[in-house]
């Protein structure tokens, strides 16, 4: 496992654009994940990228307004998140995972603390 601290969110008002931040050391061998979570619901995948980062994939939700991306060097990982909207209000989770198959919460075997993102209307 690694030890993962995301940092980035806040406060924004829509349409407005945050980026968030992962950083772990060692995590240039695993698929990094984004996740995010509304009170009384499961996590919700948004976001993954390959360890090489060649791969990318995307919640539809997300589609085209969120862009994961990572530099190994820094054993960091983004997501820069643009028109963001009242519904993208959530604790964002940073998550790590050695296969890149699976979109689903148990897939990730480390997690960061979380980081609120709130959206303004």
């Known amino acids: 496992q690694v030890q993962l601290v995301e940092s980035g969110g806040g406060l924004v008002q829509a349409g407005g654009s945050l980026r968030l931040s992962c950083v772990a050391s060692?995590?240039?061998?695993?698929?990094m994940g984004w996740f995010r979570r509304v009170p009384g619901k499961d996590r919700e995948f948004a976001a993954k990228?390959?360890?090489?980062?060649?791969?990318?994939n995307y919640a539809d939700s997300v589609k085209g307004r969120f862009t994961i991306s990572r530099d190994n060097a820094k054993n960091t990982v983004y997501l820069q998140m643009n028109s963001l909207k009242p519904e993208d209000t959530a604790v964002y989770y940073c998550?790590?995972?050695?296969?890149?198959?699976?979109?689903?919460?148990?897939?990730?075997?480390?997690w960061g603390q979380g980081t609120q993102v709130t959206v303004s209307s």
């Open positions: 998550a790590a995972s050695l296969n890149w198959l699976g979109l689903r919460p148990s897939d990730f075997t480390s």
């Open positions: 060692g995590l240039s061998t695993y698929t």
């Open positions: 990228i390959s360890a090489s980062g060649s791969r990318t």
